[in-house]
């Protein structure tokens, strides 16, 4: 099962982050730990927002997967892309539940000049997003 959910997954980003894939992939209570807010974000809808708007961000042609660690339902994917001339190294941690859905969802960045790119280009994103 855990190959198939990392091609999922595959399949999801290579599409170009289409939000009728990505709300296939989520559990109604999954949980999203962003690099740059604090606390947990619970709940499919806000965990589609950052999502989305993460592939919007960061899912531009300079992306790709370097690394792909898979343990059962864990997985650890090494990405980098850049944004502005900024080179950005980060992981996707991903945690799935017995029903094949994205239970957990943690994201990493380095380097400090590249978090606070992605900060950035976020905040923009999830705000044109609401409006």
Do not use: C
Not at 86 to 97: A, F, K, P, Q, S
Request: charged letters at 25%.
């Amino acid at each position: 099962m855990s190959r198939q959910n990392l091609a999922r997954w595959h399949a999801y980003m290579e599409g170009g982050g289409d939000p009728a894939l990505l709300a296939d992939l989520l559990a109604d209570d999954a949980v999203f730990h962003s690099p740059v807010v604090h606390t947990p974000q619970a709940g499919k809808p806000v965990v589609m927002a950052y999502l989305v708007a993460a592939s919007h961000v960061l899912g531009n042609e300079a992306f790709r997967y370097v690394r792909e660690l898979v343990d059962g339902d864990e997985m650890m994917l090494e990405f980098v892309t850049e944004l502005d001339g900024i080179t950005i190294n980060g992981v996707d941690i991903i945690r799935w539940n017995s029903e094949g859905k994205i239970s957990d969802f943690k994201v990493m960045v380095r380097p400090l000049k590249a978090i606070n790119k992605v900060w950035e280009m976020m905040a923009a994103q999830l705000e044109a997003a609401k409006g």
